[in-house]
């Protein structure tokens, strides 16, 4: 049977995917598509696939309930959506820029940024998010750096080393760039703190150009240009909500066969000829197994099979993140709702870390009489939000929303929990991430996927599972161990009670 660059598979295999979140979904697409008479099974511990993509009614429309958009610079979403169908319903924001809560009120986001870190001193001058005595030190770094963060700038040629993010801007720019615009915005990407996150895993431009000997701003102009050049969107966003990006797939992997079990819950594994997942209804075979699930549920798994590897995954810290959709009374706000959102640095002390205004943002989403508004609580090392009960949480933000943008007269209010959903990428994050798919390659068959390893978004999730799906390709296009019309079925006794692992 011919697989992934015309390697062939052996007849009767079996792929399991361990994990539908978006990963998962996407390992699948990549297997299915490799070889006709593949069998490709996805399981699924919670009762319907898609992960940490959510939606839900709210006003009469579709709202996304966590990721509302993806990075259209990144090919694999829209390259996934070609594939099945979706290209046609992408639509990019109908509103641009976003502000950032400072010095008492919202401040435009400055022209000029790359990921969150000033490229130019005037568009930064012109937006008051910084004061002068701020700006002043910032400008310092056009004369050059006062220092690297471990100590010395590296040597011609030698590569750097890995420092925080907020060790190289700080040095380099000053603090308040780093509290006000640096930490919300990479920051709020992983819903992390910039002064405990891997420059390497989450920006490397930044750690080039800081290790270096000149100006971080006029190294990250040529390293990491500004994005969003005209007639170009930045984000772009199927028009009925992330959530038909998983309905879509779903559908067009069972069109293709594929076997989408919703409810199983894999509760361990082993190898000998082959692989058995252990589920609450007995074993289910493969040949190879790509597990997209969230890294504390992956090292459970992998903790029989290598201690080390899962040890590393378990360490991984992770943030919860709690959203609050709420839908105002159009005549009560006090002022206009300008470009898409804004952003709350950390030193605020707000609940609110993230505040997105859906009706300008999306204007197929607009009605008469009212405006949709989401707001995010929760980030790493602030877990106020997670330990507020539903009504309390939604009462902040209430408040917070009325002091600070004038919002009031809540019609309809939301909450959606996502406890554990960022996982923290700490400074040496992919020399161990490197060590730990060092040694899954070591088992036969086995392959990894999700948000623990490159990156967090739906693109980065994305590409890991389509990668993850033909590193499996390639190790069934090497094995002799499928059995010619073997398949996944439940066999054997129930496995002792476990937490059910569910996908990312």
Same mark, same amino acid.
Request: a neutral charge; glycine letters at 14%.
């Given at each position: ?28 697409w ?9 069998r490709?099974v ?116 030698e590569?750097?080393?890995?420092w ?31 002064r ?17 000997r ?9 390293l ?14 199927p ?14 992997l069972?069109?293709?066969?594929v ?11 082993r ?15 493969a040949?190879?197994?790509?597990i $997209? ?5 992956? %090292?459970? *798994?992998?903790?029989?099979?290598? #201690? /080390? @590897? =899962? ?7 992770t943030?919860?993140?709690t ?20 952003l709350v ?13 859906l ?15 989401r ?32 919002l009031g ?24 991430? $490197? ?5 899954? %390659?070591? *088992?036969?068959?086995?392959?990894? #996927? /999700? @948000? =623990? ?31 010619p ?7 054997g006794?129930?496995?002792p ?8």
């Open positions: 049977m011919a697989g992934a660059g015309g390697a062939a598979v052996p007849e009767g295999a079996t792929a399991v995917v361990v994990g539908g979140g978006i990963a998962g979904l996407a390992a699948a990549e297997l299915s598509g490799a070889a006709a008479g593949l490709v996805v399981l699924e511990a919670e009762p319907e696939v898609g992960g940490k993509i959510r939606s839900a009614e709210v006003g009469g429309r579709t709202v996304d309930l966590a990721a509302d958009a993806f990075v259209a610079r990144r090919p694999e979403a829209v390259e996934l959506c070609r594939e099945i169908g979706l290209a046609d319903e992408l639509v990019a924001p109908g509103a641009t820029g976003a502000s950032v809560w400072s010095r008492g009120r919202l401040r435009r986001l400055p022209d000029g940024l790359a990921l969150g870190v000033p490229t130019r001193i005037w568009p930064l001058a012109r937006s008051g998010i910084v004061s002068p005595l701020g700006l002043a030190r910032c400008a310092l770094d056009l004369l050059g750096p006062l220092g690297a963060p471990g100590g010395r700038a590296p040597s011609a040629g590569a750097p080393a890995d925080a993010v907020a060790d190289v801007t700080t040095r380099r720019l000053g603090r308040e760039v780093t509290e006000r615009l640096v930490d919300p915005l990479i920051g709020g990407i992983h819903a992390g703190d910039t405990r996150m891997s420059a390497a895993a989450v920006f490397p431009p930044l750690l080039e150009a800081g290790a270096g000149a100006s971080l701003m006029r190294g990250l102009r040529r990491a240009p500004a994005t969003g050049s005209e007639g170009t969107p930045v984000f772009l966003a028009r009925r909500g992330m959530a038909s990006l998983v309905t879509g797939l779903t559908e067009a069972r069109q293709r066969g076997e989408v079990r919703t409810g199983v819950a894999v509760r361990g594994m190898r000998a000829a082959r692989w058995a997942l252990r589920t609450d209804g007995g074993d289910v075979d040949d190879a197994v790509v $997209a699930t969230p890294a504390p549920v992956t %090292a459970c *798994l992998l903790e029989p099979l290598d #201690a /080390g @590897a =899962a040890g590393v995954l378990a360490a991984m810290e943030a919860d993140v959203v609050v959709t709420v839908r105002f009374a159009e005549e009560a706000r006090s002022q206009p709702l300008e470009g898409t959102g804004f640095p950390r030193t605020e002390g707000t609940v609110v870390t993230a505040c997105t205004w009706t300008s943002k999306w204007p197929h989403l607009r009605r008469p009489g009212d405006v949709l508004v707001a995010s609580a929760g980030r790493a090392g602030d877990e106020r939000a997670a330990r507020l009960s539903d009504d309390e949480v939604a009462a902040a933000v209430h408040d917070e929303l009325a002091s600070m943008v004038g007269g809540a019609r309809e209010t939301v909450v959606t929990r996502w406890p554990g959903a960022f996982p923290q990428y700490a400074p040496g994050h992919p020399t161990r991430i $490197a060590a730990v798919e060092a040694a899954v %390659a070591k *088992l036969p068959g086995l392959a990894l #996927a /999700g @948000a =623990a390893f490159h990156g967090v978004g739906i693109p980065a999730c994305i590409g890991s599972g389509r990668q993850a799906g033909r590193t499996a390709l390639a190790s069934l296009a090497t094995s002799t161990t499928a059995r019309g073997t398949s996944p079925a439940a066999n006794s129930p496995a009670d476990r937490a059910p692992f569910g996908g990312s």
